[in-house]
């Protein structure tokens, strides 16, 4: 089955203690996406992957890290969280960049606090 | 920065009645448009893509689109409680050698049975 798989799906932890979010896909994908989705402000882009070793900032991507050491996996990395970066994550992944459809995972909400 | 404006709604149609929903975006140049169903507590879903003037149907869906307008629209036929959710406008424009993706708030759909 095609899927985005994003690890955890929840998590509470305290501010200052490093987290990752694991984001692995099984379509073999070259684009790759992070969002953070909070009320009142929608969808926005953190960090997006174009290809392996490929990475750029979106919208949002004070306190955040990436990396796209394989093809397949985005982790995206909190070195220190904060509790503005309470919200729920999405991953997402399409063939060949943006301007296709994207195929997003389940999400992972994050309390900070 | 790139804006995509939707209502937030909530809209509210009756059971079989039409539902149109509507975005408008401020970059002229902006180039594919996505719609996306979100219910609550889930992960976004492509309904529709767009990259032309004009209409694209997809069994009760319909996207519209209006570039010299900048306005893109989905009609939803036939409305059902299932259809109620949460849609999300996504608009993708390119400039130096990048894609900027940017999502609307989203539109609240409420179909009355």
């Known amino acids: 089955e095609a899927q985005v798989t994003q690890n955890p799906r929840y998590l509470i932890t305290v501010t200052g203690k490093k987290l990752t979010v694991t984001c692995s896909q099984n379509?073999?994908?070259?684009?790759m996406s992070w969002y953070r989705q909070d009320p009142g402000l929608g969808l926005r882009q953190i960090y997006y992957?174009?290809?392996?070793?490929?990475?750029d900032k979106g919208d949002v991507p004070e306190g955040y890290k990436v990396s796209r050491k394989e093809k397949r996996n985005f982790p995206l990395i909190l070195e220190s969280p904060s509790p503005n970066q309470t919200s729920l994550y999405f991953c997402?992944?399409?063939?060949?960049?943006?301007?296709?459809?994207?195929?997003f995972g389940d999400g992972t909400r994050l309390s900070i606090l | 920065q790139k804006e995509v404006e939707q209502n937030s709604g909530p809209l509210s149609v009756p059971e079989g009645a039409i539902a149109s929903l509507n975005c408008t975006y401020s970059?002229?140049?902006?180039?594919?448009f996505f719609w996306y169903r979100q219910y609550s507590g889930k992960s976004p879903e492509l309904i529709m893509f767009?990259?032309?003037?004009g209409d694209k149907e997809d069994g009760r869906f319909t996207a519209q689109l209006n570039k010299a307008s900048q306005y893109v629209s989905l009609l939803i036929r036939d409305s059902q409680p299932s259809d109620s959710a949460t849609y999300l406008c996504?608009?993708?424009?390119?400039?130096?050698?990048?894609?900027?993706?940017?999502f609307g708030k989203g539109t609240k759909l409420s179909v009355i049975p």
């Open positions: 992957s174009m290809n392996v070793e490929v990475t």
């Open positions: 970059d002229r140049g902006s180039q594919s």
């Open positions: 767009i990259y032309s003037n």
């Open positions: 997402a992944s399409s063939p060949s960049g943006p301007n296709l459809p994207q195929h």
């Open positions: 379509m073999n994908h070259e684009y």
């Open positions: 996504a608009v993708i424009s390119a400039g130096a050698g990048s894609y900027q993706l940017t």
